[in-house]
């Protein structure tokens, strides 16, 4: 069973960057795709960005042009790259297979985005 674990949320003001990693337990280049969900406080939980093994990426509209999903097989790690943060950014942050493994969900990662 997969075990994915989160990183590198944190406090920003409004247009900064993040850079989130998501480390897998084991090898990642058998996943066809995985992607980056968030869930803001009174919102449903979305996806935002996912990735195929093969390096195809898809972007929620609120998203598109701000957001880079990547992947490096070899280190067992997706990343997500937040440029021009805003804040209706701001949520917990997770990574998961898509479409979504229930007992893969972990902690996730705190992005709040404020001044």
């Known amino acids: 069973q997969v075990q994915l674990v989160e990183s590198g949320g944190g406090l920003v003001q409004p247009g900064g960057s993040l850079r989130l990693s998501c480390a897998a337990s084991?090898?990642?280049?058998?996943?066809?795709?995985m992607g980056w969900y968030r869930q803001a406080p009174g919102k449903q939980r979305e996806l935002v960005a996912d990735i195929t093994s093969g390096g195809s990426t898809t972007y929620a509209d609120s998203v598109k042009g701000r957001f880079t999903i990547s992947r490096d097989n070899a280190k067992n790690t997706m990343y997500l790259q937040m440029n021009n943060l805003k804040p209706e950014d701001t949520a917990v942050y997770y990574c998961?297979?898509?479409?979504?493994?229930?007992?893969?969900w972990g902690q996730g990662t705190q992005v709040t985005v404020s001044s």
């Open positions: 998961n297979l898509v479409p979504a493994r229930i007992g893969a």
């Open positions: 084991g090898s990642i280049f058998k996943i066809v795709k």
